[in-house]
């Protein structure tokens, strides 16, 4: 039988834990042609809720952009025009491809699997000719929503901010998305802090441009019950207790908790009662699977990086300049303190929540505390 937990990645409906107020809330968004941003924690499951709540409105198609890995005004525009192009519907393909003419996309149908193949060649990746493309590409998707209504979804929205000329790029973006009154823009990212900055941060163009929408983890009883289903009907149960032991230890995200179920699933047999004996079993299939790229973020810290992120990774402690957290770390020295949090900030190890600095992967934490 097949493992029935998915994570680090999009779900499908089958495997899709329902949201009905945080659904009704976007779909009324949408429905209006009203401009969303999404707020959440990485793993939350921001994306799958997008999708799950645009996909069900019939009258719009749904193009979605992930500009993860996007380097210059080229890359996007790129991802913008790949996005549209990279479709088996023959019609919407045709009128795609038509409509995205003027950026000199070559587009071609696989007869037989209907697949796409998408090439561009987008000149110069850089300066203001670039961004004037990015300008075309997204008048062009507006010009496509009034042959046939979209909603358009920009996932990792934060990496506009690494392009050298990010500043510009977002200001042009929004002179040319505040025109586009009935095209519903959906914003999402997986780095908070930077999704703040564009959207919340009154000096950036993006400021109020979007209602927020605030997602955080599923209800215990509703998503306990989700998954206390799904290896039930997988030939397995499960001890209300592992539950129990899984928030103990931090886990609180839709998707991490989705993994160590995965994990617990891996680890126990067809017709298994599993039990809280199974979880350090699961801890350890994770910690296997994953090692390698543990122990190479570690040999990239600084020694007092590595004292802050070990004494991070074992609370509680009354703030990361206090004097038990200087004492269980032996870093003494307040700018040392600050300086290695930056670091491991920088390297998107660790993230803050309410100022509180946290290890974005507890899995990572549970690691070191064990393994260091």
């Known amino acids: 039988m097949t493992n029935p937990f998915a994570y680090g990645r999009v779900v499908d409906a089958a495997q899709y834990c329902t949201r009905p107020k945080l659904q009704k809330a976007l779909k009324s968004m949408m429905d209006a042609g009203q401009n969303a941003v999404l707020f959440g924690e990485r793993r939350i499951g921001k994306t799958s809720l997008i999708l799950h709540v645009a996909k069900r409105l019939r009258k719009s198609r749904v193009v979605y952009f992930d500009f993860l890995a996007c380097h210059s005004a080229a890359d996007l525009t790129e991802r913008i025009a790949r996005g549209v192009l990279e479709t088996p519907n023959r019609t919407f393909f045709n ?31 850089s300066g203001p000719e670039a961004v004037n493309n990015l300008e075309t590409a997204l008048d062009r998707l ?33 002179s040319r998305i505040q025109m586009h009154a009935s095209l519903p823009y959906v914003f999402s990212g997986s780095i908070r802090e930077d999704m703040q900055k564009i959207f919340s941060d009154h000096t950036s163009p993006f400021y109020k441009s979007a209602l ?11 998503f306990d019950s989700y998954l206390s289903k799904r290896f039930r009907e997988s030939g397995r149960m499960i001890d209300p207790a592992v539950f129990d032991k899984i928030y103990e230890m931090g886990i609180e995200v839709t998707g991490d908790i989705q993994q160590i179920c995965w994990a617990l699933w891996i680890c126990s047999a067809s017709g298994e009662t599993i039990g809280t004996e199974k979880i350090d079993q699961a801890l350890e299939q994770l910690f296997a699977m994953e090692s390698r790229n543990y122990e190479d973020t570690v040999a990239m810290l600084a020694p007092s990086q590595l004292k802050v992120l070990k004494t991070l990774a074992a609370p509680p402690f ?33 993230f803050r929540v309410k100022g509180i600095p946290r290890i974005s992967n507890p899995y990572f934490g549970l690691w070191i505390k064990k393994k260091l």
């Open 212 to 222: 927020p929408l605030e997602i955080e983890a599923i209800e215990r009883p509703r």
């Open 142 to 174: 507006y010009t496509l929503h009034q042959e046939k209504p979209l909603i358009a979804v920009f996932d990792e929205f934060q990496q506009v901010l690494a392009i050298p000329e990010g500043a510009q790029i977002l200001a042009r973006m929004r």
């Open 318 to 350: 009354n703030g990361a300049y206090s004097a038990d957290f200087k004492q269980r770390s032996g870093v003494l020295n307040n700018q040392t303190i600050k300086k290695a949090i930056q670091r491991l900030e920088d390297l998107r190890i660790i």
């Open 95 to 125: 009128l795609a491809l038509k409509v995205f003419s003027a950026l000199k996309v070559t587009a071609t149908l696989d007869p037989n699997s209907g697949v796409p193949s998408v090439s561009m060649s987008l000149q110069p990746s």
